[in-house]
């Protein structure tokens, strides 16, 4: 895919990048979604850091044309997303559908509009960044107007592989998840308090409408449509998304996906191994030392990483860091990472950051004659 790109406005923004001082607050933000699972979190997001209330458009469907949403204590409205509802926007963080991102995501950048996708639609094209500016910040260098965040599942696992990395080379990687119902949106969420309520109350169930089977009081062996090879998309996304982002094509991957009656947060078993013998007590340092990530690990006080104690927490959690006794240099551990936070939203406000960071919001080279 080519993306289309345009000159740079004379207006506005360039004035403030041509002297550097460009700061996020600066920027004029719309979220695509602002009424999704992901969208919320954005909006909590950037209240939290004071993002101006006049610099930021909620769009959405024409479903939600003209609801109002609560954004640092005061009610913005909410537009249908259109192409021309992104004429004079900045930034745009795309949290719908694929079939969004690829109808608008286009016109944003023939707008000039950095858009930051967090769906699946660009991920793996050549041009477009895939990015945890923990992992491989410095990829937002060379945007052409479109960079991709990872699969929610992605984002933790690379985060700890990039920390391991240095130790030994990586020679192989097992993971199996346990992902959260919010990982699929607002209306799971609603499903399985619904479920779960109408089977505590000894009620018959409706048919489920998010998932193939009901999810409360269940788990699921299957995220997303099987593939090839009797692996699902979502397994097939954590080894294809994994070896970008670490520029690692090779990279053996295997994964099992699972879906737990789990409101917030996703956790994962992880089993690496390497080329030569670690020490886990190295294993723990390198995780440690690593950004954006707490060793939560004292298994003695039985102290670990879990849903409960990492959903709303933006740093991705690492615990039972242990040997692997069925292989000579291998390491094992667990970890739990909120979805909403660096999951999606936070880790699209920080690939934004980065951009600003860097004097990235608008791409290096514009294409246009
Ligand atoms: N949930 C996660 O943990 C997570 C993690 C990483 C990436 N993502 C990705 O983020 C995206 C959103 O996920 P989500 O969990 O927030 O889903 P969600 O809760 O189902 O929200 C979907 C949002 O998309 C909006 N939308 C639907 N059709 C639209 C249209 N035609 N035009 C404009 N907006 C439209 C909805 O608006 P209405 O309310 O008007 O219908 C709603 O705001 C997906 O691409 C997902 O793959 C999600």
């Not at 990048?17 to 600066?26: R, T, V």
């Not at 979604?33 to 469907?61: F, I, M, N, Q, Y």
């Not at 998010?210 to 996304?237: C, S, W």
Request: charged share 20%.
């Amino acid at each position: 895919m080519k993306i289309e790109t345009v000159p740079i406005p004379e207006a506005g923004l360039n004035s403030i990048i041509d002297d550097n001082a460009l700061q996020p607050s600066d920027l004029e933000i719309a979220i695509v979604g602002a009424t999704g699972a992901v969208g919320a979190v954005a909006l909590e997001l950037l209240a939290e850091r004071a993002h101006p209330a006049d610099k930021l458009r909620l769009l959405a469907s024409k479903r939600s044309h003209g609801k109002q949403l609560e954004y640092a204590g005061q009610m913005l409205t909410v537009q249908e997303a259109t192409p021309e509802s992104l004429d004079g926007v900045d930034v745009a963080f795309i949290s719908a559908s694929s079939e969004v991102s690829l109808a608008l995501a286009p016109e944003a950048v023939k707008r000039g509009v950095l858009v930051i996708d967090d769906g699946s639609a660009y991920r793996m094209e050549p041009d477009v960044p895939l990015v945890v500016p923990e992992v491989n910040g410095a990829d937002v260098e060379w945007h052409s107007g479109i960079i991709s965040i990872p699969n929610c599942t992605t984002t933790p696992l690379v985060m700890a592989l990039a920390a391991l990395r240095g130790l030994a080379e990586i020679t192989s990687v097992t993971v199996s998840t346990y992902q959260s119902v919010t990982g699929t949106g607002a209306a799971a969420r609603t499903e399985l308090l619904n479920q779960s309520r109408n089977m505590l109350a000894d009620n018959d169930l409706p048919p489920p409408t998010q998932y193939p089977h009901r999810i409360a009081f269940n788990l699921l062996p299957q995220v997303d449509d099987f593939v090839d090879e009797g692996y699902t998309k979502e397994e097939m996304k954590m080894l294809n998304e994994s070896r970008k982002i670490l520029g690692d094509n090779d990279l053996p991957l295997a994964a099992t996906c699972v879906r737990v009656p789990v409101e917030i947060s996703h956790c994962e078993s992880v089993t690496v191994e390497f080329d030569a013998p670690i020490s886990v007590n190295d294993a723990r340092v390198a995780i440690s030392e690593f950004p954006g990530i707490t060793l939560m690990d004292n298994p003695q006080d039985s102290l670990y990483p879990m849903p409960s104690n990492s959903a709303g927490e933006d740093q991705v959690m690492v615990g039972r860091v242990r040997r692997d006794i069925a292989h000579e240099n291998g390491i094992v551990f667990w970890l739990a990472a909120d979805n909403l936070r660096k999951g999606a939203a936070l880790n699209a406000l920080q690939i934004m950051d980065e951009c600003v960071k860097r004097n990235r919001v608008r791409p290096r080279v514009s294409a246009a004659a």
